[in-house]
């Protein structure tokens, strides 16, 4: 640790007194020498600590995990507030859909691609999370869903936004993350179902054939599933 410290001169000291150093802290002397026994004089300040995550470009730890405020919004970026829905995407696929009608992608693109997403993980090179992030692993999603750590609760108007979706909240620490019920799009024609009445998340694992595991909730519950990869769901990421 540094000590902050004022060197002070004075003409008016005597002669014996002149041939000492003083370092005084707090107006009490916390160091002296003799003047002939220094060489050099080196000051010395702490680094200036950095500030501290602002939601859309921050985490949050809720049960070891470090967990974004902000959906993924179009790819490498975060959606504006927690309340905003951010876009769709199909597993292991870094094209972006829209959480409203009329539907449109990342690409200005209106088709929809209901062709099976091929992987086994989601890849880095399709992942589209923000520098930094990244699509959250299965257990990173059923740490959210420890009941034992975390609790979860459904709000029809997340601080007054009149957004419906969860909060998850670390028991032990107090942090908290609202995830809004955006819906999602249907995997054979990106029909848009559920908006405002339930949330999909995705995980970077699959589950089963053609399925993938996510994160699930509804106004009576949150759990986890595993279902069709090439659905339009939201993306959640946490920090490497």
């Not at 730890?61 to 975060?78: M, Q, Y």
């Not at 969860?166 to 942090?175: A, E, L, Q, S």
């Given at each position: ?148 750590k975390v ?54 694992t699959q ?30 990421p946490v920090?490497?």
């Amino acid at each position: 640790m540094a000590i902050v410290a004022i060197v002070l001169f004075s003409a008016n000291l005597s002669a014996q007194q002149a041939e000492t150093m003083y370092v005084m802290k707090n107006g009490v002397v916390a160091y002296q020498s003799e003047v002939s026994d220094i060489d050099s004089i080196i000051f010395y300040a702490p680094p200036t600590p950095e500030p501290e995550p602002t939601p859309g470009d921050g985490w949050v730890l809720i049960n070891g995990v470090k967990w974004a405020t902000c959906n993924v919004d179009a790819p490498g970026t975060f959606a504006a507030a927690p309340e905003s829905a951010g876009m769709f995407y199909q597993w292991n696929r870094k094209i972006a859909w829209s959480a409203t009608d009329p539907m449109v992608n990342s690409n200005d693109g209106t088709e929809w691609d209901s062709s099976l997403p091929e992987g086994t993980t989601w890849t880095k090179a399709n992942d589209p999370s923000p520098a930094g992030y990244r699509v959250p692993t299965f257990d990173e999603i059923k740490s959210l869903l420890d009941e034992d750590k975390v609790t979860n609760e459904w709000t029809n108007n997340y601080n007054g936004t009149g957004v419906s979706g969860r909060i998850f909240t670390d028991k032990n620490n107090g942090n908290s993350i609202f995830v809004p019920a955006v819906g999602y799009r249907d995997g054979d024609d990106g029909s848009l179902y559920g908006a405002g009445s339930l949330g999909y998340y995705w995980s970077s694992t699959q589950g089963g054939s053609d399925g993938a595991y996510y994160l699930g909730f509804y106004s009576n519950g949150a759990g986890w599933d595993s279902y069709g990869r090439k659905d339009g769901q939201s993306v959640r990421p946490v920090a490497e």
